[in-house]
C-alpha cells in the first residue's frame, strides 16, 4: 500500500509538471481576453459540469480543453478527443458508442466506443455543431442519466466520462434552422467558454510567434519588420494559421533572422498599413508589396543597408543577419556604394 501510494505521488507529480510544460507552451496570452479565460478554467477545473467551448476554427479550443482536463482531478485518467465533423455519419455511432461483434458488415469484433474509452477521464466532442441530428439525441440520452448500448447491443452500459464540446458554428442559428437540438444545446451549455480570435488580441502575437519559432528552431529570431507583419495580419486561421506561417518560414529563411519576404502570407488578405507621412523608403517598401513584380530599386537596397548598420551601431556581423546575407556579401554591397560615392 505504501509503495502504491508513492507511485501515485510520482505519477500526479509527473502529470502536474506534463501540464504545466504544455501550457507554458499552448496557453499564452496577456491580453485581458485571455486571462479571463485561464480564469474561467481555473474556475471550472475544480467542476465535472459540461463545458461548451465556442470561437472561431484554429483559436485552440482543443488546447482548452486538455488544459480543463490536465488541471482537474481527473488529470491522471484519459483525455478522449474526437472530431464529429471528420467521420462519416455512418461510422461516428460506432466510435462514439463501440460496437458488438456482427452489428453490421465487417464488425468482426467487438469495439470499444469513445464513451467507454473516457471513463473517468474527459470526453471532448469537437465540432458537435456538425453532429447527424439522430447521434444528438443519443448524446442528450448520455447526458440525461449517463447510459448508453453499443450499436448491435442490448446492454445497457454507463458511462462517468465528463463532457466538453466544441464548435465554430453559432448554435442558436442552428437551433433555429433545425440543424441541432435544443435540449442537447441546453444540457451542454452549461458552462461555455468564448474564445477570442487572434485579430482581437495582437498583444499576444509576440508572446506566441516566441514560443512557436522557440519549439520549432530556438536559433531563429524575428527581425522587426517580420513582427510588424505578423502584427498587421487579420489571421483568419488564428493561431493555427499563425503556427503554419511560422513553421515554414523557419524552413525558408535564409539566415539566423527571419524578414518580411520569409513569412507566406496572402498579400491580398493582409491590410497594408499606411506609410508614415515623409518616408519615401516605407512608400516603395508598401507599393513593392502590393505589387510583387517592381523589382527593389538599388537606391532602397542602400538605404536598407545603411539603417541596418544604424540600428547595429556599425557592427557588420549583427547588420548582415538583420538584412538575411553573409557578411561577405554585404561587404560587397558597401564596397559598391563606396565606388558609386567616388563616381
Partial sequence: A??????????EAAASRLSQEQQAES????????????????????????????????????????????????HLAPFVAINCAAIPEPLLESELFGHEKGAFTGAATQRTGRFE????????????GDMPLPLQSK???????GTFSRLGGNASLRTNARIIAATNHPLEQRIAARQFREDLFYRLNVVRLQLPPLRERPEDIPLLAEAILHRANPALQLSKAALARL???????????????????????????????????????????????????????TLARRSPDLALLPW?????????LT????????????LGITRATLRKRLAQFSASDDT
Fill in 300 to 308: 532602397l537596397e542602400r538605404e536598407f543597408t545603411r539603417r541596418a
Fill in 117 to 128: 474509452e473516457a471513463a473517468g477521464g474527459t470526453l471532448f466532442l469537437d465540432e458537435i
Fill in 139 to 145: 448524446i442528450l440520452r448520455v447526458l440525461q442519466d
Fill in 231 to 285: 502584427m498587421n495580419h487579420p489571421w483568419p486561421g488564428n493561431v493555427r494559421e499563425l503556427e503554419n506561417t511560422l513553421l515554414r518560414a523557419s524552413v525558408l529563411a535564409s539566415s539566423g533572422v527571419i524578414l518580411p519576404r520569409d513569412l507566406p502570407l496572402s498579400e491580398s488578405s493582409e491590410p497594408l498599413p499606411a506609410p508614415p507621412p515623409g518616408d519615401p523608403v516605407e512608400t516603395l517598401f
Fill in 27 to 74: 496557453l499564452i496570452g496577456h491580453s485581458p481576453a485571455m486571462q479571463e479565460v485561464f480564469k474561467l478554467i481555473g474556475r471550472l477545473s475544480a467542476s465535472l459540469a459540461p463545458v461548451l467551448i465556442t470561437g472561431e476554427s484554429g483559436t485552440g479550443k482543443e488546447v482548452i480543453a486538455r488544459a480543463l482536463h490536465q488541471n482537474s482531478m481527473r
Fill in 2 to 11: 505504501l509503495r502504491q501510494r508513492e507511485d501515485i505521488r510520482h505519477a
Fill in 311 to 322: 540600428e547595429t551601431r556599425g557592427n557588420q556581423v549583427q547588420a548582415a543577419r538583420l
